[in-house]
């Protein structure tokens, strides 16, 4: 059974950083790993993924540069982090895992309950 749980989530100011932790439980070394978000009143959506060895990431388009994905194997650990962030990127943040590379929401098996991050002034 895999378990996911987030950390990290808070409020910061525009243009600053936030790092998330995703601490995995079960066979999640095979997994890959993607980080989803949902704002208010709109669909989950995908963030970022980073396949089963690191070798491999995706990001959605407007996050470019800006977050970034990484995995600790020793830890268990998924990271995002986040920086020069925007109003735009307040949301709830969720850690996922499934077998096999997916940037779809529908395609994910595993996930986390969820941290808060809001960007405001």
């Known amino acids: 059974q895999v378990q996911l749980v987030e950390s990290g989530g808070g409020s910061v100011q525009p243009g600053g950083s936030l790092r998330l932790s995703c601490v995995a439980s079960g066979l999640t070394s095979t997994l890959t790993m993607g980080w989803f978000r949902q704002a208010s009143g709109k669909e989950r959506e995908f963030v970022a993924a980073i396949n089963w060895d690191g070798s491999a990431t995706d990001y959605l388009d407007s996050v470019k540069g800006r977050l970034a994905i990484s995995r600790e194997y020793a830890k268990n650990t998924v990271y995002l982090q986040m920086n020069s962030l925007k109003p735009e990127d307040t949301a709830v943040y969720y850690c996922?895992?499934?077998?096999?590379?997916?940037?779809?929401?529908?395609?994910?098996?595993?996930w986390g309950q969820g941290t808060q991050v809001t960007v405001s002034s």
């Open positions: 996922a895992g499934r077998t096999g590379h997916s940037v779809w929401v529908r395609d994910y098996e595993y």
